[in-house]
């Protein structure tokens, strides 16, 4: 089988050299994709000198800076265009490690149709990040699982792994978050179309690179999208 690492970039220049190289050697089956917002910083021409001399790395350029969501929604599309069996999100910023790519496949391997990673799974797997962050995560999933009726224990996490059924399934043009809310989306109408999923627990790590992409007007977003992503559901919009 055949899987693609989407990891988007804006503005990391410090980190991209770093995970392009470790994700690519956890496994021969995957290549890896940087979906780069047309980072100023000169990502981009980090990883397109890279590519000379890894054939498994490859980039999509964007004019400018348009939401995680899109960049994954492109990502996935580039995926199911050049024939990949299964695909990963990642951050650039080492918040997910690389190391953890085999158990994912693993239990892809076992069955399922898409696998999760969750920080909250078995007990509480973050490192480095202030209370008041962790109590905004725990609280904003606690929220999203009551509102869209999901009950994964880590709906906003972003390290997971989608098989190419999952995404052929889902009308990705008709995925309509941009920020935070965005996982919430894709796993709940994942869950929604009776998909077979589950959860591992991962270790998530706050970045030591780089500024974080967190802003207020994503956890707002969040929390009316949640509410959109329900009704969906109920008018069968998925």
Not at 77 to 87: C, H, M, P, S, T
Request: proline share 3%; with cysteine; aromatic share 12%.
């Amino acid at each position: 089988m055949k899987g693609l690492v989407i990891i988007p970039t804006y503005n990391e220049a410090e980190n991209i050299g770093k995970i392009a190289p470790l994700a690519l050697s956890q496994s021969k089956e995957i290549d890896v994709l940087v979906v780069d917002d047309g980072s100023p910083d000169g990502t981009a021409d980090i990883v397109k000198s890279m590519q000379k001399k890894e054939k498994r790395l490859h980039i999509i350029e964007r004019e400018k800076k348009d939401g995680l969501g899109r960049a994954y929604i492109c990502g996935f599309k580039w995926a199911l265009e050049n024939g990949y069996d299964f695909v990963f999100e990642m951050d650039a910023d080492f918040s997910h490690d690389p190391k953890e790519i085999v158990p994912f496949i693993d239990k892809m391997n076992e069955g399922y149709d898409a696998v999760f990673g969750s920080r909250y799974k078995n007990g509480v797997r973050v490192l480095n990040w202030p209370l008041n962050r962790l109590f905004l995560s725990v609280a904003g999933n606690v929220y999203a699982r009551i509102i869209t009726g999901v009950r994964l224990s880590d709906i906003t996490g972003g390290y997971n792994l989608w098989t190419r059924p999952v995404l052929e399934k889902l009308k990705l043009d008709k995925i309509h978050s941009n920020g935070y809310s965005f996982q919430i989306e894709m796993k709940s109408k994942t869950v929604y179309s009776g998909f077979k999923v589950v959860e591992i627990p991962i270790v998530f790590q706050d970045r030591f690179e780089g500024s974080t992409k967190m802003s207020k007007k994503i956890v707002f977003e969040a929390l009316f999208e949640c509410w959109r992503i329900r009704f969906d559901k109920w008018f069968k919009r998925y």
